[in-house]
């Protein structure tokens, strides 16, 4: 498992997705990941399920204006 | 919706060894990326499989993208001959993955967990760093962005290693 990770990670860095990687790190949002960071493990699980209803809501809002 | 924290709480009520991984171990982990399913990696003992069955029975497993009416039984001699399940339940999508690319199974996946509070009971999810490697071992480019997040949140619970 050991070896194969090693090659994975030589593959990662000779393809570029270090890189890559290190380019969408840029576009992170900070700001959300600290405000998550003060919540506990539950209310982050809760805002996900919010999250995920908002979603759902707004999917079905789309399906019904066509 | 998935009903994250019921599937853990039911899974965890009925003694199921399980990790969460994933998504939902990224949310755990201070993650804002949305995910719609819950992925656990569960041991392979029969006592295990035998747990999962029983706890699952009533929230009507069935194999998700499966057609209507396809005949599936439920039941730990399918557990057994398979591996990795992704249903849907009436709390919503959950995958069952008995391994991951990068991770293992359960008992090798044991050591890199850390035990978190959930809906009132405590569950083990993967920890920060594995979650990295075992997304950078599946190679999917969908997970180069949530690679860049993880990453990004380990630097700020590790400001000096930043």
């Not at chain 2, 993967?126 to 997970?143: C, F, H, S």
């Amino acid at each position: 498992m050991h070896a194969m990770q090693t090659d994975r990670d030589q593959l990662n860095r000779a393809t570029g997705v270090d890189a890559v990687i290190e380019v969408y790190k840029k576009d992170v949002d900070v700001t959300l990941i600290r405000a998550n960071l003060r919540l506990s493990v539950d209310e982050r699980l809760q805002q996900l399920m919010r999250l995920q209803e908002f979603a759902e809501e707004l999917q079905r809002a789309r399906r019904k204006a066509r | 919706m998935t009903d994250f924290r019921a599937l853990i709480r039911l899974l965890v009520e009925n003694n199921v060894d399980f990790i969460v991984v994933g998504g939902a171990a990224a949310t755990v982990h201070g993650s804002a990326r949305l995910t719609s399913d819950l992925d656990v990696v569960y041991g392979r003992t029969s006592e295990n499989i035998q747990r999962i069955v029983e706890a699952l029975r009533s929230i009507q497993p069935y194999l998700r993208g499966a057609p209507p009416g396809l005949p599936f039984d439920w039941s730990a001699q399918t557990i057994q001959n398979g591996l990795n399940f992704t249903l849907t339940t009436t709390l919503g999508a959950l995958d069952l993955l008995g391994e991951i690319v990068g991770g293992g199974g359960y008992k090798d996946l044991l050591r890199h967990t850390i035990e978190v509070e959930v809906a009132g009971v405590s569950c083990k999810c993967l920890n920060l760093e594995r979650l990295i490697v075992v997304k950078r071992a599946a190679g999917r480019p969908k997970d180069l962005e949530v690679i860049a997040e993880l990453e990004q949140i380990l630097g700020e619970k590790r400001p000096d290693q930043a």
